[in-house]
Every structure is written in structure tokens, then in C-alpha cells.
């Protein structure tokens, strides 16, 4: 659409089928995405997009709202020009799963927009809808064929988060959608891969020889993964009291960062090396009994409070909350893997709503040297080894060490060897989403989850799940809104004589 100024290749041409188009998705991020793309010259010459709306709706309409959505969610300066090219490319399609002669209609209208856009067939289908959707629309594109790949064309499924509430219906999605198609056609989204930050864990771990020979329980105590928000449940009260803070974001974002630290080494960069390293990772996680999964976890729902000009309210008292919700809005859990390179290391993970900060890390705690030769010294304070990769507000990595403090007297004091994108690059902000989408386009699945993955990671939570739901209210523990969670979460560490790592004044 217009100059590419990378080398990026641009995809094979083809038609960009949005399921939900008229929801927030389509506009907040996929819509922007597609604009970012097209900015790049990133978009193939013969391309359409078609918005499927179950009401329907006229062109001009559907087009006038993206845009909209697009001036307030784009991530750059709108090119009304390059906007306006990529829009007249959409087309409104009105369909509805439950009415399948509206499916029958869409595919011969997509036959026609095909032929006319010089697409050549190949399709993707991106759903962009509420998760009770994903089926029924799966089976109606099975039953029409429109996802059938023939005479050399691609066809392709994109399904966004949630994949399943638990394990049961994770497995009963995956089986549904691979009664129509194959894995290598289905992109299971998580836009956690879409951060710049956390696709380069795999690159600094598997670019760099000198990490890899101390990536073990040999030199390394534990690992934290914290996935810390300032934002309370908002405007979302429904969708989050039936999810709860572990459903939302421990399965999928925190077990994304999670397999990338902890994998084995793949033995090439492809879709299928890499993605068997990280489903067998999850699988390694070590299935906890209820005790255990009681003793290892710590929930807390946060209380009202006042956090600089915004007033949070009671989490029990947002709009579609039950007033005696046992939903948490912070979980804490300490898991094991069993192999070689991870027994006795344990993995605490955290993650929790209106806090006090944003932030997101993965701070990987060295062992200390193991004989003390200073301790006859005035050693002002031994400052821990963390290799800390920031995602969240600091894109980087940080490397924390001891150091002699400059004078006459042997004193020791810590500091951080810092590396920040900001200073390196100059890259265009993004949504996250046009490298995934990109991605699908081009027919990469390395950033996409595999069913076996999925699975794995709710077969790693289900015990706390099951042993959560059983327990009631019975073990929630309360939070101030603006705070840095409950009370139990320092003790979960504290107990193992570890505690949570403290946010420096240059983070
Ligand atoms: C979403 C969750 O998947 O991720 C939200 O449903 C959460 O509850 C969001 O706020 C966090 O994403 P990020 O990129 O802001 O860390």
C-alpha cells in the first residue's frame, strides 16, 4: 500500500476476514494494527478486508466507526490517506452462527470479493468476538469449507484469548477447531509474544553463549515472573468475576514468559522446534495435590482507595460484580519443574490488579558466592545478583551486581548494568499486534500457541483452581487498591527466606 522501507517481505495476497468487527477488538487493536502495517508497506497489493457483523451493517458505516476507533486507538500519526486506501478495502458481511444459510451467503459473497480483489484465495479468518462464539462460528466455517486449503491457496483461523476456562474446555476447543482444520491452520493469540521484550528472551538466552552455561539450578536460586497493574476490573465487572486474576493472565501471558526462560535450548529456530521446547516445559510443571496448591498460592480482591486522582472502589462494588464475589484480582503461586535443568528452583509468579505500579519482569535471582571473604568488612548491604528483563515500564534488560564502593575501606554496595530499547532503537510504537498479525499473514506460527501448550498450561493450574473453588472465600485475602498486594504474597517467599524483588528508583 505504500513503501516498504524494510526488507520485510510482504504477505501473499489475500482476504482478512474479521469475525466481531463492530466490537472493541476490531477497533482498539486489529483495525490500528492493519493501518500500522499498511504505513510500513507491509500489506500485500491485492488485499481485501472483510467485516463480518452479525446485524450487519453498510459500508459506510462499519468504515466510519473503524476510523473513528482508529483515531483514538492508532499508536502514530493518522495518514488520512494511507487510512482511507486501507478502509475502502473493507466490505461489511452480515452473519450470523446461528443462522447457517448467513454463512452460505458470506461465502459466496467472499468467492466474489476474491475474485474481484485478485486474492487468489487465500484467507484468514481472525475471531474477534466474545469466547462463546469461537465454536459456533469454527463449525459454520467447517461446514461452508471455507476453510479448506485447495489449489494452492492458504487458509487460516486466528482465535484470541481466552482459550478455554480450565482444562476441560481447553481440550473441548481444541477438539472442536481441529475437526476443521489442521493445527498448522489455527493461530492461537497471545499478544504477550507481540512485546518486543518478550520475544528477545529467547534471543538473549539462545544469541549469547555466556548465559546459557549458568541458565541452571546450578547457579540460579529462583526465578519471579510479576505481572503487576495499576488498572482496577473497570468496565469489564463480568467477564472478570467469572475469570478472576489467574484465569485472565496466568495460563497464557505468565506461562509465555515463563517457557521462554525456562526452556531447553531448541535445536533450530522454527515453529515446531521451538514450540515443543515450550509445551514441554509447561508439561514439566509439577501437578500439585490440593494441600500443595492451598500452601503454594496466596489470592487477595482488593478494597477501595484513593491513588492520586483516581478513586478505586471496592472490587465487591463494581458494576456486574457479585456484592460477595470470590473472584481474586491478585494471585501468587510457587511452582516447580521437574527436570534437570530446574529441580529445586522454584517459580514464583505473581500478578494482581490496582496495585500501586505497572509492571511486568521476569527477575531471574543468581545464587550468592558461596564463601563470604567480606563479611569481616564494612559491608554496607550484599545487593542480590538479578537478571532483571524488563517488559513493563522499562523495556530492557538489567543486570544487578556488588561493588566496592570508591575510599579507603573495603565497603560494598550494589548497582545495575543497564540496557534500555530506547537508547538503541528507534523503533516506531506499535500495537504489539501487527507483528502477530504480520505473522500470520506470512504464515509463521512461531509466536502462536500450539494446542498441546494450552493444555499443558491449564493442566499446571487446575489444581489451584479446583483447590480455590473448593476453599470459597475461605484463604481470600484483602488488599489496599494502590498497594503492593496482600500481606500473604511476602510471606509465600518469606517462608523459602527469599522476598519479592523491590522496584529501584531507576526502574
Ligand atoms: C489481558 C487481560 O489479556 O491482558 C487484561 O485480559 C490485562 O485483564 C491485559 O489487563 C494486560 O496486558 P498488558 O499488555 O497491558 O500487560
Redesign the pocket.
Known amino acids: 500500500m505504500t513503501d516498504n522501507p524494510s526488507n520485510e517481505k510482504k504477505p501473499d495476497p489475500c482476504a482478512f476476514v474479521i469475525f466481531g468487527a463492530t466490537g472493541d477488538l476490531a477497533h482498539r487493536l486489529v483495525i490500528p494494527s492493519l493501518y500500522n502495517l499498511a504505513a510500513n508497506g507491509l500489506l500485500p497489493d491485492n488485499f481485501c478486508v472483510v467485516g463480518v457483523a452479525r446485524n450487519g451493517m453498510p459500508n459506510d458505516e462499519l468504515r466510519e466507526s473503524l476510523l473513528k476507533g482508529l483515531r483514538q486507538f492508532a499508536t502514530r500519526k493518522v495518514d488520512e490517506a494511507i487510512a482511507k486506501r486501507l478502509l475502502e478495502c473493507l466490505t461489511c458481511i452480515e452473519a450470523d452462527p446461528s443462522d447457517p444459510a448467513s454463512f452460505d451467503r458470506m461465502r459466496a459473497q467472499i468467492d466474489k470479493l476474491e475474485a474481484a480483489r485478485k486474492t487468489g484465495g487465500n484467507r484468514l479468518f481472525y475471531l474477534a468476538t466474545p469466547p462463546n462464539a469461537f465454536a459456533p462460528i469454527a463449525r459454520e466455517l467447517g461446514r461452508t469449507g471455507l476453510l479448506v486449503e485447495e489449489n494452492g491457496a492458504w487458509r487460516r483461523l486466528v482465535v484470541e ?2 482459550f478455554g476456562t480450565d482444562l476441560a474446555s481447553a481440550r473441548a476447543l481444541n477438539a472442536e477447531l481441529l475437526k476443521i482444520a489442521e493445527e498448522h491452520q489455527i493461530y492461537r493469540i ?3 509474544l507481540g ?1 518486543e521484550t518478550v520475544q528477545n528472551i529467547l534471543v538473549l538466552r539462545f544469541a549469547n553463549g555466556m548465559f546459557e552455561p549458568i541458565w541452571n539450578r546450578n547457579h540460579i536460586d529462583h526465578i519471579q515472573i510479576t ?1 503487576d ?1 495499576k ?1 482496577g ?1 473497570g468496565r ?1 465487572g463480568s ?2 468475576d467469572a ?1 478472576g ?1 489467574l484465569r ?2 496466568v495460563p ?2 505468565l506461562f509465555q514468559l515463563l517457557s521462554l526462560v525456562a526452556m531447553e535450548p531448541p535445536s533450530r529456530f522454527d515453529a515446531f522446534a521451538v514450540r515443543s521446547e515450550k509445551a514441554d516445559v509447561l508439561a514439566a510443571i509439577q501437578t500439585q495435590s490440593e494441600q500443595e496448591a492451598l500452601e503454594n498460592s496466596v489470592r487477595g480482591q482488593y478494597l477501595g482507595n484513593r491513588i492520586g486522582d483516581t478513586e478505586i472502589e471496592d472490587y465487591r462494588k463494581t458494576e456486574n460484580v457479585s456484592p460477595d464475589s470470590a473472584t481474586e484480582t491478585y494471585a501468587a503461586l510457587k511452582l516447580t519443574i521437574d527436570n534437570w535443568r530446574w529441580a529445586g528452583v522454584p517459580f514464583y509468579l505473581r500478578t494482581g ?1 490496582a496495585l500501586g505500579v ?1 509492571r ?1 519482569e521476569v527477575a531471574i535471582k543468581f545464587k550468592e558466592a558461596p564463601f563470604t571473604m567480606f563479611s569481616c568488612t564494612a559491608v554496607d548491604r550484599l545487593s542480590q545478583n538479578y537478571l532483571v528483563v524488563g ?2 515500564p522499562t523495556e530492557g534488560i538489567t543486570l544487578q551486581f556488588n561493588t566496592k564502593v570508591p575510599g579507603p575501606a573495603v565497603t560494598i554496595d550494589g548497582v545495575e548494568m543497564k540496557f534500555r530499547y530506547k537508547d538503541y532503537f528507534k523503533a516506531e510504537p506499535s500495537t ?1 499486534y501487527e507483528t502477530l498479525i504480520y505473522d500470520c499473514m506470512i504464515g509463521d506460527n512461531i509466536l502462536f500457541q500450539r494446542a498441546d501448550s494450552v493444555e499443558a498450561g491449564w493442566q499446571a493450574v487446575q489444581p489451584f483452581l479446583d483447590a480455590w473453588k473448593k476453599a470459597g472465600a475461605k484463604g481470600l485475602e484483602t488488599y489496599q487498591a494502590g498497594s503492593e498486594g496482600p500481606a500473604g504474597a511476602e510471606e509465600l517467599l518469606k517462608r523459602d527466606g527469599r522476598s519479592w524483588r523491590k522496584l529501584g528508583p531507576n526502574d
Open positions: 484469548k481466552p497471545d499478544h504477550y512485546k505481572v497493574e488498572i476490573v469489564r467477564f472478570y475469570t486474576a485472565d493472565m497464557n501471558h490488579k505497572k511486568t517488559v513493563e504489539g
